[in-house]
C-alpha cells in the first residue's frame, strides 16, 4: 500500500501563519480603501450642499440663512418659514417633495422645518466619515422620535441669519468681499453627540445635529457652528469622542472625523480639506466673510 500525501503538522502551522500575515497586510488596505471612499462621499456632498446654496441665491438674491428662528415670532413672514440652511436648499439638491410639505399651526398650512425635521433622513446630508452618523440619516432618541441628522453644519457667520427684527443679517453671494474661495460655507460635524452635559451648554444631551431645526431656544441642536461659540476659539475639533463617560464632543464647533482634517465647502462652491494643525487665526479668518483678514500660508 502507497501512503497518501498530506501536510504535516508543521506545514499546517506555516500556512496558517502565512494566512494570518497576509490577512494582517490586507486590512489596513481595505480599511484605507474604505476611508478614502468616505472621504470622496463626503466631498460629494459638501460639493452638491455648495452649489446649492448658489442655486439659492440665485433665485432668492440672498443666501440660505444658517437658521431663521422659530422663537423669534416678531416678523410673520420669516416665523412663518423658520429652519436652517440645509432646510432652505432642499429643492436644489433634488428634494422637493420634502421641501413642499406643510406644517398645520392653527387654520395654516405653513412650509417650515417642523413638518419634516423628524422621520426624514436626506442623503445627501449623511457624512458617510462621520462614525455617528446614522446611515439612514435617523437618529432614534428614545422617547421622544426619529430624528433626521446631519455629519454637516453651516457657517453662522457667513451665511447669515434671522433671529428677530432686530437681530437679523441676510448676506448675499457678491457681499462675500473676502472671496468665495476663502469663504467657508460648510463644514462636517458630528452628527450625534450622546453625551449628558457640558459646560456652557443649554440643556441636557444627547445632542444631535437636526438637519432641518432652527431655535435659539434649543441652540446645540441646530446644523450650525460660529454661533455660540465665535472667534479662534471656534476651531473645529479632531476626532471628538461621541459617546460615553469619556464623551469630548461639543455640539457648538465644527469636528473633524479624521485626523489628516476637516472637510469645508467654500463660498465658491469647491471644498477644501484643512489640516488638523491650521492655526485657529487662520480658521476664524475663512469663517468671516468680510472681515478683510489675509488667510495664513496654512490656508
Known amino acids: 500500500m502507497t501512503r497518501r500525501p498530506a501536510f504535516t503538522l508543521i506545514e499546517l502551522l506555516v500556512v496558517i501563519a502565512i494566512i494570518a500575515i497576509l490577512i494582517g497586510l490586507l486590512l489596513p488596505a481595505v480599511q484605507k480603501v474604505?476611508?478614502?471612499?468616505?472621504?470622496?462621499?463626503?466631498?460629494?456632498?459638501?460639493?452638491?450642499?455648495?452649489?446649492?446654496?448658489?442655486?439659492?441665491n440665485d433665485a432668492n438674491d440672498f443666501l440660505p440663512p444658517a437658521f431663521v428662528d422659530w422663537d423669534g415670532g416678531d416678523n410673520p413672514l420669516w416665523w412663518k418659514r423658520a429652519g436652517s440652511s440645509h432646510y432652505y436648499i432642499l429643492p436644489y439638491i433634488e428634494q422637493n417633495a420634502l421641501a413642499d410639505r406643510t406644517y398645520t399651526y392653527g387654520s395654516e398650512q405653513l412650509k417650515i422645518f417642523w413638518?419634516?425635521?423628524?422621520?426624514?433622513?436626506?442623503?445627501?446630508?449623511?457624512?458617510?466619515?462621520?462614525?455617528?452618523?446614522?446611515?439612514?440619516?435617523?437618529?432614534n432618541d428614545s422617547g421622544w422620535g426619529n430624528y433626521g441628522v446631519t455629519g454637516y453644519a453651516a457657517n453662522y457667520v457667513s451665511l447669515g441669519h434671522y433671529l428677530r427684527s432686530n437681530n437679523?443679517?441676510?448676506?448675499?453671494?457678491?457681499?462675500?468681499?473676502?472671496?468665495?474661495?476663502?469663504?467657508?460655507?460648510?463644514?462636517?460635524?458630528?452628527?450625534?453627540?450622546q453625551r449628558s452635559t457640558f459646560s456652557g451648554a443649554s440643556a441636557g444631551g444627547p445632542y444631535y445635529n437636526i438637519w432641518a431645526y432652527g431655535r435659539t431656544a434649543w441652540?446645540?441642536?441646530?446644523?450650525?457652528?460660529?454661533?455660540?461659540?465665535t472667534g479662534p476659539a471656534s476651531k473645529f475639533?479632531?476626532?471628538?469622542?461621541?459617546?460615553?463617560?469619556?464623551?469630548?464632543?461639543?455640539?457648538?464647533l465644527a469636528s473633524a472625523p479624521r485626523s489628516a482634517g476637516i472637510l469645508v465647502g467654500l463660498g465658491d462652491g469647491s471644498v477644501r480639506m484643512l489640516n488638523s494643525n491650521v492655526n485657529p487665526d487662520t480658521w476664524w479668518a475663512a469663517c468671516t466673510p468680510d472681515g478683510g483678514e489675509v488667510l495664513g500660508s496654512d490656508w
Open 34 to 56: 474604505r476611508e478614502a471612499a468616505a472621504r470622496m462621499q463626503s466631498t460629494n456632498n459638501l460639493k452638491q450642499m455648495s452649489l446649492a446654496t448658489h442655486g439659492y
Open 168 to 193: 437679523n443679517r441676510l448676506r448675499k453671494l457678491n457681499g462675500i468681499s473676502d472671496g468665495t474661495s476663502n469663504t467657508i460655507f460648510y463644514a462636517e460635524k458630528v452628527a450625534v453627540c
Open 115 to 139: 413638518a419634516i425635521y423628524t422621520n426624514n433622513g436626506v442623503k445627501t446630508f449623511v457624512n458617510p466619515s462621520d462614525p455617528s452618523n446614522p446611515a439612514n440619516g435617523l437618529f
Open 237 to 252: 475639533q479632531v476626532n471628538p469622542v461621541a459617546s460615553g463617560a469619556a464623551a469630548t464632543c461639543d455640539p457648538r
Open 219 to 229: 441652540p446645540e441642536w441646530n446644523p450650525i457652528f460660529g454661533y455660540q461659540v
